[in-house]
Every structure is written in C-alpha cells, then in structure tokens.
C-alpha cells in the first residue's frame, strides 16, 4: 500500500479517535494519538525525496515555545514533569505541518475539501447521536446531557474543530456542520464563528447587511423568547447570555482580594477544591469560576518582576485555565504574550488566504475564554492546513507538482 496513502489515512484517524491515555507520567499522560504523530512523523521523513522547508510563522512559533522552555527552567523548582510534558505536546502538534508538507509533494490525488465534508457528516452524526444518549459520552464532560463533546476533550474543543472543518468543507455539509456546532452550546465559538462570517462577507455589503438581519433577529428571538420555541436549549447556556449588572463588581471583588499562590497544589486548593468561595452573585457559574481563577493567576504574576516577566511555567495553573491569554500571561509572563503575539502577527504576513484568517478570527475570539490554542484536534487541523497551503504557494511547487498530492482550493 502506498505510503502516502497510509499517512493520509492516520491523519483521518488522528481526527476521528478520542482521547486515550496508555501511560501516566508525572502529572501528564501520554496517549494512543501520540504514538500516530511518531508514526507520521517517522512516515514522512523516510519516504520523502525532498528537503522540508518552513515558514517564517512557524519559527515564530518555535520562538513562543522556547520563551516556555525559559519559563519551565526557572521555575523549575515548584513544577512537575508535566510542564516539559506541556511543552514538548504543542511542539508535537507543528509536525502536522511537516506531514502536510509531505503529503502534498506526493502523487497522491486527494481533494482535502472533500475528506473534511466526509468528516462533517460523520462528526455531526455523532454530535446529534450523542445529543439524543444514542451513544455515550467520551472526555471530561460524561456527566453533562446538554452538550455535546464527541471525541474531544470538551464542547469547547469540538466546537472549534467543527467551524474550522465547516470552512474547509463543500456548502451542503457547512449546514449540517452548522447544527452540530450549536449542540455544543459553546456560546464564545458559535459567536467567534459567526463574527468570522461577518469579517469575511464585509466586501459584499448586500450578503452581509442580510447575514447581520438574520442574526440580529435570531438573537433577539433568543433573549426574548427565552430560546422556547426551541424546547431542547430552554434554560439553556444560550439563556444566560446576558448576566447582571454585578458581574462588573464582581470582578473587581476578586481582583482586589486574589491571593498570591505560589505552588501548582496551593492554586488547586483555592481554585478547584476550595470552588465554594463563589458567591452566587451572577447569573453564569462558569464566568464567576474565570473571574475566581484568573484574579489568582494576575495577582501572583504581577507579585515580583521576575513572574511578570517569565511566568509561573507551563501547566503551573493546570490543565484547563478557560482563557488562553490567561494562560499565557500565567505560564510566560510578558515574553511570552509578546512571543505569540509576534507568532499571530506573522502567520496573518505569511498567509493571505482567507481561510487562514478566517481561522483565526475563531480561534482568537474563542481564546478569550477558552484554552483553544492547545487543543489537540484543533491544532492538529491548524498546522496540517497551514503545511497544504505553504506548500501550494511555493511556486516550485506549482510547476513540479501541479494539482498532484493533497490540495486545497485557495480561497
């Protein structure tokens, strides 16, 4: 079987399996899709015949991940095993790019469009299967019916995945997609999505005065009706999209009175264990636990200049800080924030799809309040397309290889 075929079909794989975790160590695990990125990896480099090459986003993005190396080192006397562990799993993730790279200088004939509609349909199924307790429930979320995670992690995670494949999908599929996507109840990716449809229809002022009507009055609909005509979202997420009038005071309580931590275990104790500090006082439990969470992470690394400047180290705040910048602040400190700003500033120079940015403006938004941008399978989508896309855009490229290899519609 050719061996371009059988790295493709990983990939496929890689998108379809969940999470499973072989082996524990020191606070990390790793996991069977682990050992399929090694097998790629090992794949790409013995049956390639040319010489790989990067882009200048990529090693912008190696440079954010050696400002995390700097952090762990430092900080090296209150963090785990799982803090290199952290580190070398986003390093894993850019070998996609590679693959891509990889596959796309082959003779192998795959329209990239097409396998992401089939992956639509059949994580969609699998969303509205799930929704309905037709089959059960993988990752974090098992206990919670109203939300659908698939094979991800988290709603969050796959709510991201799914907009992105909508993108790269034919328009039959989107809808369907669409759907599944609001199962989800993700309220900052389906808005995050929603707004990148804005941002690329505004040329088109006609398309996008009706899009902006039709969106206008499905909102309106939803605060006013209380989202009823929909029985399946009533007193849903949806419902508490706008909270009182104390969430403001909220947060400043929190900030003025956060805590100084200064080990992983002392942050679980005040921000997990110790969760019933909330006080009730906004309508939104999961934005009170933020506001909890991110006062905690502000205050310590605002305490001396070394923290603000590098960091408390990666995975010191855990495994879901529900705010990437957050995290990032957290765990890097102003090198850090300033290092991937300087990575999204020149992936936007590197690329001038819009499809790539498209991409961001979901990812971006969602990053508010997600840890999205250490995502397994949204990371894995990220790097694959931007490894077809470099590829596509050398010109060497287009004369040697035409339309051969794994190809993406430039839009």
Not at 133 to 148: A, E, I, L, M, Y
Not at 319 to 336: K, M, P
């Amino acid at each position: 079987m050719n061996s371009s075929f059988i790295l493709f079909a990983l990939f496929v794989v890689y998108i379809l399996i969940p999470k499973i975790d072989i082996a524990s160590i020191g606070g990390g695990a790793i996991r069977v899709n682990d050992i399929l990125i090694v097998l790629c990896a090992a794949l790409s480099l013995f049956s390639r015949n040319f010489k790989f090459q990067i882009s200048k986003s990529l090693a912008a993005y190696y440079v954010f991940l050696l400002s995390q190396l700097l952090s762990f080192i430092l900080n090296l006397d209150v963090l785990e095993f799982s803090g290199i562990l952290f580190i070398a799993r986003l390093f894993e993730y850019t070998i996609w790019f590679y693959v891509a790279q990889s596959l796309s200088m082959t003779r192998l004939n795959i329209n990239f469009s097409k396998v992401c509609s089939i992956l639509v349909i059949i994580l969609s199924v699998w969303a509205i299967l799930e929704w309905f307790q037709v089959v059960p429930k993988s990752g974090k979320f098992v206990n919670v019916t109203d939300r659908v995670s698939v094979n991800t992690s988290g709603p969050y995670e796959f709510a991201a995945l799914i907009a992105m494949l909508v993108y790269l999908s034919k328009t039959p599929q989107k809808y369907i997609g669409v759907l599944s996507l609001f199962l989800t109840q993700s309220r900052i990716t389906i808005t995050a999505y929603f707004v990148s449809l804005l941002w690329g229809y505004r040329k088109n002022s006609g398309l996008l005065l009706s899009l902006f009507i039709v969106l206008l009055m499905t909102t309106l609909l939803a605060v006013n009706m209380n989202l009823e005509v929909l029985d399946v979202f009533s007193e849903s997420r949806f419902a508490l999209l706008i909270s009182d009038s104390s969430t403001l005071d909220l947060a400043l309580a929190f900030i003025s009175t956060a805590p100084v931590v200064h080990t992983p275990h002392e942050y679980f104790e005040i921000s997990h264990v110790g969760s019933g500090v909330t006080f009730g006082l906004i309508n939104d439990v999961s934005l009170e636990m933020r506001l909890l969470r991110w006062s905690i992470v502000l205050s310590t690394v605002s305490a001396d200049y070394i923290s603000l400047a590098v960091g408390m180290g990666p995975s010191f705040w855990g495994v879901a800080l529900d705010g990437n910048y957050i995290r990032i602040i957290g765990e890097q400190g102003i090198i850090g924030a300033f290092t991937f700003l300087f990575f999204l500033n020149t992936l936007l120079s590197d690329y001038k799809q819009s499809l790539i940015r498209s991409f961001l403006v979901v990812l971006c938004i969602t990053a508010v309040f997600i840890d999205i941008f250490v995502a397994d399978k949204v990371m894995t989508v990220f790097w694959f397309v931007q490894g077809i896309l470099f590829t596509q855009n050398r010109s060497a490229f287009e004369r040697k290889a035409n339309d051969k290899g794994v190809f993406l519609c430039q839009k």
